[in-house]
Each structure stands twice: as C-alpha cells, then as structure tokens.
C-alpha cells in the first residue's frame, strides 16, 4: 500500500465526473493504492483529500477480504513509515496484534566500530537480503546474502545482530549522524519482521523460499512511474489520469497476439469488450435510485429563470440542435422540427456582449423551437435543483452524472411534453424521442462541464512557498 500525489481537479469525461475524494465535494489529492505484489496487479486505487488511520483502517481490512474472497492469501501489507500507515497497524485487534508482536530478550551490545568499511558491508548485506528478486541471484553473483531466504535461515542471526547494533546506535549521546526515529522504527520493524514471514511462508504455508523483494513497496513505485510516463510523462497528473493509465495497463496485459489456428484459450476482443462495456453499465447504475433524485426535485418547476439564463439556454439549445443536425442524415423534415423558419434576431444595445454571437453566425443561426427550448428548460432546472441541495449533488458526484441528468428529465418530459416528441419524421421514420436524448445529451455535456470548470476555479491555490532547506544546500557557502 502506497500513496500518490495526484492534481487536485475534478475531471467530466464519459459522462461522469472524476476526481471526488471520500467526501464528494472535496477533490482528491492523494490516491492510495493497493496492489498484489506477486502479480504486479493494483486492485484497488482510493482517491483522498484527507485521510487518516481510523478511515483506512476499515478500507484495508475489505481490500483482503476482497482479494481472499479471489482465492489468493494476503500473508504481509507493506508500507512505507510515514505516520499515519504506523498508526493503522497501532489500532489493530489484540489477536493479530500479538501474532505480530515480536519481542528479543537478549542484546548483542558491541562497541561503535569507526571503521567506515564495516558500517558499509552491514548496510549492504543488509540491502541484499531485502532485495532478493530472483531464484539464481545468488548463485550468479556468488553471493551468499543474495540467495532466497528458508526455513531458520542462518542469516536470519545476523539480522538479529542487525538490530541490537541499531539499538546501540540510536542509543549514542552523539546526535550526529544517527537515524531519524521514524527510520529507524521502520529499520527495526523490517529487520524483526522478516524472518517471522519467511518462517511463516516457508514452515506453515508449503513455500520452499521465499524472494524478499516481493516484501516492499518497489512494485508500487514503479506501477506510480508508469502512471507518469504514460500519461505524457507528467509528474503532477490528475486521478482521472491514473484512471486511464491503469485501465490500459490492464488491458494490455490481458490482450495477446495469436496465431491464426484456433487456440482453445484464445480471447476474443470483441466478447471481451461487450463483456466490459455491460459490466461498467452495471456497475455505473447499481447505485442509482430514479425514484429517491425525482423525490428530491419535486420543486424544481419553481425555480426562476431569468432574462439571461433564458438567452443562454436558448444558444445552447441551438447549439444542440447543430450537433445533433451535423452528425444526422440531414433530414429537412427533422430539422424544421427542431428549428425555427427564421433567423435568430438579438435585440439587444450594439455593445451587448450578444453582438459577438450576431457577427460571427453571419445569419445562419436559427432559432430553436419552442418544444426544444423547453425540454432544455426542464433540464436545467433539474440541474439547477440538484445543484442546490448538498446531499442529492454529492450522489451526483460520485454516480453516473450524465445518466441520472437524462434520465430525470426525460421521466418529467414524459409527464409533461409526451405527445409532443413521441412522434415520427414523415420522410425519414425517424423517432423524436430517440432525437430528444441525443439533445439532452449534448446540453447535459455543456452544463456540467461547465459546473466542474466553475468548481475547479474556486478551488484554493496553494502558495509558492521556497524550499528554504534544499535551497540552503544548494548555495554556496
């Protein structure tokens, strides 16, 4: 388990919108990360803007149920020392706990050797045994601290040894040159614990040897490199990033070449990706209740729209019709529908902003239609009352925000304008119900970008704040 710094932005792509923390309102700024070493495969990724022991502590104990419940068996959660991953493994229950605890009676206590070579040998060896990545590392380097670690392994007492010599050092009056205290907690705890999981692994799991590697965040960190990398090798990149970075990953270690001859565990691309595409829809609207968000806007007809609301909404409602008409089979037919037979006049003062909208169009704007015009109406209200209660706009947030958008609207235009859009177009059979979607659609990807654009504005900027201390090391003195 590791974290990543990520840009604290909200993102609203695919129709949803990305970058919520655990409180909906707030973006994430850290993404925790869990990950299956021995597969290299993340299986969760948590955004944050705040966090803290007592709220991982829950999400890590579903993280492996979650992998438990796949067949595999979580034996080490690795971390770094940062304080707060300390705190998590302070408040878990006495059984564990005591599995975990291990205490040393003895102390080897040694005099400080000043010798700079044998402080260096220590460390190394040291680095080697918690490096061991391969079965024949230590035979190619002829190596006895490279090879993979068993049952009672002999060097297992010159870990031992390893950690009374720490002990001795963070005990030196000196206060110069010595470890951090949180260092060396993380050092002592590493040194102990090893042996404990090799001897669990190897003595009551059926593992031969065990490759110590597997035992760090190293994994982890290089998964977070890739993140970067490909995301156009960026280092502050955002949680819809990391997102779409993991989602290729996955897919590109599941997609192979093969040969032309059938192969009885060959994948089909195309089963595959039906079979993502219905799984994400399940998933996108598992958390939706139809029912709860029209009980919760029950007054959005009393929602006031005024003078310039109303001329906004009427270029974007023009603005839909054009997308919908550019990417049709340009039906006459339709397009009387959804327009209006004439140009669209702007009766406002020569230096009215509006002016602008008039020179560009050159006379070819047309106006919507009323039936047009109010269906955008009823969705921005809609909007506009979600919006305005904290708790609906948070499940907003966090579900398929386009989709709920739509699907409200649509349930009142239903109530409402039913008779007037369950038509069809004389020459080409088209249904008007089918066109009103793809209108909702397009006006439903305008107003809540534009809301996320507007939030991600107000969003307090950090100062530019000198690293005085890097600083101090890099002038001269």
């Known amino acids: 388990m590791d974290e990543i710094h990520v840009k604290s932005t909200f993102t609203y792509k695919g129709g949803k919108i990305i970058g919520s923390s655990l409180n909906p309102t707030d973006p994430a700024k850290t993404v925790f990360a869990f990950m299956i070493s021995s597969l290299s495969s993340i299986v969760r990724l948590l955004p944050c803007s705040s966090s803290s022991a007592e709220v991982l502590f829950p999400i890590i104990k579903d993280v492996i149920r979650d992998v438990e419940a796949c067949g595999l068996s979580v034996h080490v959660l690795c971390t770094d020392n940062y304080p707060m991953n300390v705190n998590i493994f302070k408040i878990f229950e006495e059984s564990t706990a005591a599995a975990l605890n291990v205490s040393y009676q003895s102390r080897y206590h040694t005099s400080t050797n000043s010798q700079t070579a044998d402080f260096i040998a220590i460390i190394c060896n040291v680095w080697k045994l918690f490096n061991i990545n391969t079965p024949n590392k230590g035979i190619l380097h002829k190596d006895e601290f490279s090879v993979p670690l068993t049952y009672n392994d002999i060097r297992f007492m010159f870990l031992q040894r390893v950690v009374d010599w720490a002990e001795c050092w963070r005990v030196m009056p000196d206060k110069r040159g010595k470890l951090s205290p949180q260092t060396f907690t993380s050092f002592r705890h590493s040194c102990i614990a090893l042996p404990c999981i090799v001897n669990h692994l190897t003595g009551n799991c059926g593992y031969s040897y065990v490759l110590s590697s597997f035992l760090q965040n190293d994994p982890l960190e290089h998964h977070f490199g890739l993140y970067r990398m490909m995301s156009g090798a960026q280092y502050h990149i955002s949680y819809c990033q990391v997102l779409e970075t993991e989602r290729r990953i996955k897919l ?174 004389d020459e080409c059979g088209t249904v008007m119900w089918d066109v009103l979607a793809k209108l909702l659609t397009a006006t439903s990807n305008r107003l809540i970008s534009n809301k996320i654009k507007n939030m991600n504005s107000q969003l307090p900027l950090k100062p530019c704040v000198e690293n005085t201390r890097k600083l101090k090391k890099l002038k001269p003195n």
């Open 252 to 425: 590109s270690s599941i997609l192979k070449l093969f040969s032309k001859k059938p192969v009885e565990d060959s994948i089909s691309l195309k089963n595959f990706l039906e079979s993502c595409s219905s799984s994400y829809d399940q998933d996108s609207h598992a958390s939706f209740s139809l029912e709860m968000h029209l009980s919760a806007i029950q007054g959005y007809s009393g929602i006031e729209l005024n003078k310039q609301i109303l001329q906004s909404l009427s270029f974007i409602a023009g603005y839909s019709v054009h997308a919908y008409y550019k990417h049709s089979t340009k039906c006459q037919s339709c397009l009387l529908f959804l327009t209006e037979n004439k140009e669209m006049e702007i009766e406002e003062p020569s230096d009215s902003e509006y002016r602008l909208i008039q020179i560009i169009d050159r006379g070819s704007l047309k106006w919507p239609s009323s039936d047009v015009i109010d269906a955008i109406i009823t969705l921005w209200k809609v909007f506009s009352s979600i919006e305005s209660q904290p708790s609906i706009f948070n499940n907003f947030i966090t579900g398929p925000s386009r989709s709920i958008l739509i699907q409200l609207t649509t349930s009142l235009i239903e109530d409402e304008q039913a008779e007037v859009w369950r038509v069809l177009c």
